[in-house]
């Protein structure tokens, strides 16, 4: 399974972002999609995840409220809306893909593939 992750950009503070993940090949085995952030200095840390069917959605506390992951199935294709962004929401955000579906999905460990990454930036 390859990743594409993109949307990332600079915004002020009170904006939004909607971040894109373009999964491609065997996508058939994926269970769930997540993604992740990690801010320099910092560990990859658990943003949100939904399964691949959408019957499913999680989100850190951090950014629940601000925060709406969503899927494409027919584009296999995964969105995270982000709006009321904050200065400590920069960081480096990235997607994954969990084929294995054995635990809670917060974790980076339980994730198989990963995108490359795309860059959030706010300014206050």
């Known amino acids: 399974v390859q990743l594409q992750a993109s949307g990332g950009g600079l915004v002020q503070a009170g904006g939004s972002l909607r971040l894109s993940c373009a999964a491609s090949?065997?996508?058939?085995?994926?269970?769930?999609m997540g993604w992740f952030r990690q801010a320099p200095g910092k560990e990859r840390e658990f943003v949100a995840f939904?399964?691949?069917?959408?019957?499913?959605?999680s989100y850190a506390d951090s950014v629940k409220g601000r925060v709406t992951i969503s899927r494409d199935n027919a584009k296999n294709t995964v969105y995270l809306q982000m709006n009321s962004l904050k200065p400590e929401d920069t960081a480096v955000y990235y997607c994954?893909?969990?084929?294995?579906?054995?635990?809670w999905g917060r974790g980076p460990h339980e994730y198989d593939y990963w995108g490359q990454g795309t860059q959030v930036t706010v300014s206050s």
């Open positions: 090949g065997r996508t058939s085995s994926v269970n769930r």
């Open positions: 939904i399964t691949w069917s959408g019957s499913s959605t």
């Open positions: 994954a893909a969990d084929r294995r579906f054995a635990g």
